[in-house]
């Protein structure tokens, strides 16, 4: 099984790719997608379309994992998030990709034991589990921490 992993943003969106096989994780790649500051949001939501498009083009993932968008206190930035989210997902469905979504809660605990853990110790545990250099940049690593939520998951309901 082949998982890409999406931490979505409209300046940032973090994405890792790990592959799964008997228990063991390898991870494939890892990356930002930075639209321009300066763009419009109709032209950053096509950076994240063209984007994760070509990344699924040349990984192959079996499945895409997006973080939900979490509803704070400012309604404003949720609803632009959504749209980076609707974005990426509509790269994977034209794909025929199934999409699973994790809140941050549920990413934070299967990564670190601990739901309320902040985005250093996901960065921590990442690059623990996975055994990669921790110079990675937290978009990054929140994208491979979803990647690690569902296989953990995945295990889970195997079980």
């Given at each position: 099984m082949r998982i890409l992993g999406i931490d979505p943003g409209l300046t940032k969106t973090g994405f890792g790719i790990i592959d799964v096989q008997n228990e063991n994780l390898k991870v494939i790649d890892y990356g930002i997608i930075k639209p321009k500051l300066k763009d419009k949001l109709e032209k950053r939501l096509l950076t994240i379309f063209q984007d994760v498009s070509?990344?699924?083009?040349?990984?192959?993932?079996?499945?895409?994992?997006?973080?939900?968008?979490?509803?704070?206190?400012?309604?404003?930035?949720?609803?632009?998030?959504?749209?980076?989210?609707?974005?990426?997902?509509?790269?994977?469905?034209?794909?025929?990709?199934?999409?699973?979504?994790?809140?941050?809660?549920?990413?934070?605990?299967?990564?670190?034991?601990?739901?309320?853990?902040?985005?250093?110790?996901?960065?921590?545990?990442?690059?623990?589990i996975l055994n990669i250099d921790n110079n990675i940049g937290l978009d990054a690593s929140d994208a491979l921490g979803v990647a690690i939520c569902h296989f953990q998951q995945f295990r889970v309901n195997e079980l």
């Open positions: 070509k990344i699924i083009k040349e990984y192959n993932p079996t499945i895409v994992c997006i973080e939900e968008v979490f509803y704070g206190k400012n309604f404003k930035s949720a609803l632009l998030l959504g749209q980076a989210r609707g974005a990426a997902m509509v790269s994977a469905a034209l794909e025929n990709i199934t999409i699973f979504e994790y809140s941050a809660k549920k990413i934070k605990q299967s990564v670190t034991g601990n739901g309320n853990a902040n985005k250093e110790q996901v960065k921590f545990m990442v690059t623990s």
